[in-house]
């Protein structure tokens, strides 16, 4: 079973309007961490945030904005007064304390890919 | 502060030849090191992963390997390619203070196979 979820494949907004990306996620462990990243049309992935588990509180930076609800398992993403310069592949990203691998494997979901329309 | 350097930026090359990409990483040392597929328009994939020189984990099945001959220098590699082999490859490195370590990519490499 997919781990993180990212139901939205394709999210086309005007210039100027609010859109959220959906991310669920799927875990046993108590201890996990939620990342964002953004990958413009060059290729990189951009680091966005990481969140905790222990951490339920939104964080707003600049017109970026996240909502983790663990209730939902859901860690959505909202950008207000989106710009073309938003227009990107975005993912969702889940790391879990369960696994022994020593590395900090990340399970990416398959990523929404935004368009913001002038 | 930390950098991670892929090479070649793009590649174009014909079915059953061999295969050499290389990443590495400056200003940080035995970071953990991973190599990701991205199919055209579709999510990642986790190839291998390594936590330490010469010391490699395979996600996948497949005729691809990786070796980390150094501490900041992972290589994917192939003896012979095939057209499902094509695709954007991109390399990432993280800290090893736990799971909190977001991992941070390199500019990938667009693999044509022809």
């Known amino acids: 079973a997919q781990k993180v979820t990212q139901a939205q494949t394709e999210i086309s907004v005007v210039e100027k309007e609010d859109v959220t990306l959906d991310c669920v996620y799927e875990?046993?462990?108590?201890?996990?961490?939620l990342f964002w990243y953004k990958q413009p049309p060059s290729g990189e992935l951009v680091f966005l945030i990481r969140?905790?588990?222990?951490?339920?509180q939104n964080e707003i930076s600049g017109r970026y904005s996240w909502n983790f609800q663990k209730s939902t398992s859901s860690f959505n993403f909202t950008i207000t007064a989106s710009q073309v310069v938003d227009s990107a592949v975005y993912f969702c990203a889940l790391s879990e304390a369960g696994g022994q691998t020593g590395a900090n494997n990340l399970f990416f979901g398959t990523g929404t890919r935004l368009t913001v329309i002038p | 502060s930390q950098t991670i350097h892929q090479w070649p930026a793009t590649l174009v090359q014909p079915v059953g030849s061999p295969l050499s990409l290389e990443c590495t990483v400056e200003?940080?040392?035995?970071?953990?090191l991973y190599w990701y597929r991205q199919a055209a328009g579709r999510g990642l994939q986790l190839l291998f992963y390594s936590v330490g020189i010469g010391q490699i984990s395979s996600e996948v099945p497949q005729n691809l390997s990786a070796s980390r001959p150094q501490d900041r220098q992972f290589i994917l590699s192939s003896k012979k390619l095939l057209l499902s082999d094509s695709g954007f490859y991109l390399c990432?490195?993280?800290?090893?203070?736990?799971?909190?370590?977001?991992?941070?990519f390199g500019d990938g490499t667009r693999l044509s196979i022809l």
């Open positions: 990432a490195w993280s800290g090893k203070q736990g799971i909190n370590q977001p991992q941070h």
């Open positions: 969140r905790n588990s222990f951490d339920e």
């Open positions: 200003g940080t040392s035995n970071p953990n």
């Open positions: 875990t046993r462990d108590t201890t996990y961490y």
